[in-house]
């Protein structure tokens, strides 16, 4: 069954972690000016503009996942943000994106994750935080059936051998 998923680094992404106060108008304000999005403000859902994925952690606060100059934008954010009772935090250096892709991914998932992540809970504009095995992840499902996996750098060599020995083939090979 999992035979049928490749497993492939997503390389080149900003990881940021964005916190503020969800209900201050200015923020919101500022955060659009930004990513031309609104923050997704629903548990567990994503917004998205061009080259930048907001996902919802928590009620007041977001993972950015954007192709953007991470300097770049962190500069922008503190710019807009101001003296806002807000902070960003650049976090990809601890992070890793991987893609999952196939027919089979969310029986590869199911194996060792306990959410239902069946396409009417876990669809596109969704996101998750769960576990799988022993890690710690955030789920993603991607417009073309493709899940999305954010995990801490210090786990991708365990997660490595969980999708060997789970059948999945795991690319070595970066992919944008």
């Given at each position: 069954?999992?035979?049928?998923?490749?497993?492939?680094?997503?390389?080149?992404?900003?990881?940021?972690?964005?916190?503020?106060?969800?209900?201050?108008?200015?923020?919101?304000?500022?955060?659009?000016?930004?990513?031309?999005?609104?923050?997704?403000?629903?548990?567990?859902?994503?917004?998205?503009?061009?080259?930048?994925?907001?996902?919802?952690?928590?009620?007041?606060e977001w993972l950015?996942?954007?192709?953007?100059?991470?300097?770049?934008?962190?500069?922008?954010?503190?710019?807009?943000?101001?003296?806002?009772h807000s902070s960003?935090?650049?976090?990809?250096?601890?992070?890793?994106?991987?893609?999952?892709?196939?027919?089979?991914?969310?029986?590869?998932?199911?194996?060792?994750?306990?959410?239902?992540?069946?396409?009417?809970?876990?669809?596109?504009?969704?996101?998750?935080?769960?576990?799988?095995?022993?890690?710690?992840?955030?789920?993603?499902?991607?417009?073309?059936?493709?899940?999305?996996?954010?995990?801490?750098?210090?786990?991708?060599?365990?997660?490595?051998?969980?999708?060997?020995?789970?059948?999945?083939?795991?690319?070595?090979?970066?992919?944008?």
């Amino acid at each position: 069954m999992s035979e049928n998923v490749q497993v492939a680094e997503r390389m080149g992404l900003a990881h940021l972690n964005l916190r503020g106060d969800p209900e201050d108008a200015a923020f919101l304000a500022a955060i659009k000016g930004v990513f031309g999005v609104d923050l997704p403000r629903v548990a567990n859902t994503t917004a998205r503009a061009g080259e930048h994925t907001v996902c919802w952690l928590g009620p007041d606060e977001w993972l950015v996942l954007s192709t953007a100059d991470s300097a770049a934008l962190v500069n922008a954010l503190q710019a807009a943000i101001g003296e806002l009772h807000s902070s960003v935090t650049e976090i990809g250096g601890g992070n890793v994106v991987l893609v999952l892709r196939g027919a089979n991914v969310r029986e590869l998932l199911a194996r060792d994750c306990p959410l239902d992540l069946h396409p009417r809970e876990l669809g596109p504009g969704r996101c998750a935080q769960t576990r799988l095995g022993k890690t710690a992840v955030l789920l993603r499902p991607l417009d073309d059936g493709a899940m999305e996996l954010v995990a801490r750098r210090s786990f991708v060599s365990y997660l490595r051998l969980w999708f060997r020995e789970a059948g999945a083939t795991y690319s070595e090979k970066p992919v944008r």
